[in-house]
């Protein structure tokens, strides 16, 4: 089983702060995604990193894949109260036919106006 | 374009009774999905099917789980009986292809929130 394993599991900060989300595994994935989840709505998807090392930026959003591709980080910068949600990652595992994606628990950010 | 469509948002129920949800996935998508979600966890996946195919059931309890997608479209996600842990929230999603691509996307519905008392 790949785990995939998110760190912080809670987050509670002032508007106009810096944040980092984790995500880390023992396992090699092909690809990663970050979703976000609102209450009582499904997750959407934010990025896809495929390459090791790779960084992708969406506004004040930046992702990056790990160069071993088994760890990935969400930094965001001066968050808004928009930013509140579930962040999840999921990856997509290597070598293994599966073709469906592994979750982590994800991390739940709260943006304080 | 219309999203993902799931029936019903909300279900409480007894345990050992039986409860049924329901998901039309977007036009043309190859690939659908049936993912559990409980409270504080990430989705974990039940069921893929390819177009009425079964690819990935391995961790579906069949002893008291099923789904079905009839004519490649449509799909209803089955528990029979119910029990208490399988209170969480029960999300569908579909993707255009045929699933373990890079960037393929995954599009989900809003879920049906399970209670079992």
């Known amino acids: 089983t790949q785990l995939l394993e998110q760190s912080p599991q809670f987050l509670s900060i002032q508007e106009g702060e810096n944040l980092t989300v984790y995500c880390n595994s023992s396992?090699?994935?092909?690809?990663l995604q970050w979703y976000r989840q609102e209450p009582g709505e499904g997750p959407v998807l934010l990025v896809t990193?495929?390459?090791?090392?790779e960084v992708k930026k969406l506004k004040r959003l930046t992702f990056q894949f790990g160069d071993a591709r088994k760890d990935s980080s969400l930094h965001i910068t001066a968050a808004q109260p928009g930013d509140t949600g579930l962040y999840l990652c999921?990856?997509?595992?290597?070598?293994?036919?599966?073709?469906?994606?592994?979750f982590g628990s994800g991390t739940r950010l709260q943006v304080q106006p | 374009e219309a999203g993902v469509a799931q029936s019903p948002r909300y279900k409480i129920i007894e345990k050992r009774q039986s409860v049924a949800f329901w998901c039309n996935p977007i036009s043309g998508h190859a690939t659908l999905y049936w993912y559990q979600q409980i409270l504080g966890q990430g989705p974990k996946l039940l069921i893929q099917f390819q177009n009425n195919g079964v690819v990935d059931d391995s961790q579906l309890p069949k002893d008291r789980f099923s789904a079905e997608r009839l004519k490649g479209v449509d799909s209803t996600l089955k528990i029979q009986p119910a029990k208490l842990e399988d209170s969480a929230v029960y999300l569908c999603?579909?993707?255009?292809?045929?699933?373990?691509?890079?960037?393929?996307?995954?599009?989900f519905g809003p879920g049906t929130r399970l209670l079992v008392l």
């Open positions: 990193v495929v390459t090791g090392g």
């Open positions: 999921a990856g997509l595992a290597r070598g293994t036919g599966r073709r469906a994606l592994t």
């Open positions: 999603a579909s993707s255009l292809g045929l699933g373990g691509g890079a960037y393929e996307t995954q599009y």
């Open positions: 396992s090699v994935f092909s690809s």
